[in-house]
């Protein structure tokens, strides 16, 4: 729950932010390398025989006591990308709806069809759905 | 149409990255791989299932039992588009070595670029030709399983979007040296439309 709350303060300051480029520009691969680097000797010290997917490589280091500060950080750095990524992917129809109808008129839905007539167009849409693509990394 | 000419032509420059996946992590961005995965429009539906059951198959055929210059399992693979990816696994096990998380987000940032978000994936993992030849085909899906998790969990990707096939060592790279690291490998494969 508090988890939520905190991904949607977080989103509301990406998008209302103006000009805020980090956020935009930090991408999945950028952000678990991150985990990589920071948490390299915590990952071999607690987690050696954990595999990355099903989350299962953020829980570990998140359930164990003695993972560093620096790997703490990043891995709630990391999981605020996440949930702030899952929740921009969320908003982006209802915060775009009206530049996609605009722009996107004739364009038949399905196939992704949308999503690449909406990428050609991104220079004519309305800053808070720029802000929201680039929050939800559709770029 | 002119634009269909341009992404075939960035598709065949970075061909060459496939062949050379130690080059292909140090040098891979994004762009790469969104150039790489864009579709052709007349690519068919890749049957998944019918090849899982050809690789099964052709454990017994003895045409197939010499390792050296083992004929492909699928030509139909190799058409479509695709990048290849060094990803470094713990010896003999499907486990990612941190040093490779960022290719994995890699593929993660470029499945949710819009020119890539109306397609489907298939992650095939490759291994070389040393060993059992039935464990390495085991070992190879579970290795390209454990990316399509990943890319499903902790990344988001909708997981009808990707599939997973082990081809063990059955579609070399370099099928002159079975036993070359070159052949270790993950393709990421666009299989058409969703």
Not at chain 2, 8 to 21: Q, S, V
Not at chain 2, 93 to 110: E, K, N, Q, T
Not at chain 2, 150 to 164: C, K, V
Request: proline share 3%; charged share 20%; net charge positive.
């Amino acid at each position: 729950m508090s988890r939520g709350i905190a991904a949607w303060a977080l989103l509301l300051t990406i998008i209302a932010a103006p000009g805020i480029a980090a956020a935009q520009t930090i991408g999945f691969a950028d952000a678990i390398d991150r985990v990589a680097a920071h948490c390299n000797q915590d990952i071999d010290k607690f987690c050696k025989s954990v595999n990355l997917g099903r989350g299962r490589i953020l829980q570990c280091l998140d359930s164990k006591a003695g993972v560093s500060g620096q790997c703490k950080t990043t891995i709630a750095e990391v999981r605020a990308l996440l949930a702030a990524r899952a929740e921009a992917r969320r908003q982006v129809p209802r915060v775009c709806d009206a530049d996609i109808r605009r722009l996107c008129a004739g364009v038949q839905a399905g196939d992704g069809n949308l999503m690449e007539c909406f990428y050609k167009a991104k220079a004519r849409v309305s800053q808070p759905c720029q802000r929201a693509v680039a929050a939800a990394g559709y770029e | 149409m002119r634009l269909r000419w341009i992404i075939t032509a960035a598709a065949a420059l970075l061909l060459p990255f496939a062949a050379l996946p130690t080059l292909a992590q140090i040098n891979l961005s994004k762009t790469d791989l969104v150039n790489s995965l864009q579709g052709l429009e007349d690519a068919t539906r890749f049957d998944v299932a019918g090849l899982r059951a050809r690789v099964v198959q052709s454990l017994n055929d003895p045409k197939r039992a010499s390792r050296v210059n083992r004929e492909p399992i699928s030509d139909q693979l190799n058409k479509l588009a695709q990048i290849t990816i060094a990803i470094q696994f713990d010896f003999n096990s499907a486990r990612i070595r941190p040093a490779s998380y960022r290719s994995v987000g890699l593929m993660a940032d470029s499945l949710y670029h819009p020119y890539l978000m109306g397609y489907r994936f298939l992650v095939v993992g490759h291994t070389d030709a040393v060993g059992n030849r039935e464990s390495n085909l085991k070992l190879s899906q579970q290795r390209a399983d454990v990316i399509r998790a990943a890319l499903i969990d902790p990344f988001g990707i909708d997981a009808r979007r990707i599939e997973a096939i082990g081809l063990g060592e059955e579609q070399l790279l370099n099928r002159a040296q079975p036993e070359a690291a070159q052949n270790r490998r993950v393709q990421l494969v666009n299989i058409g439309k969703i």
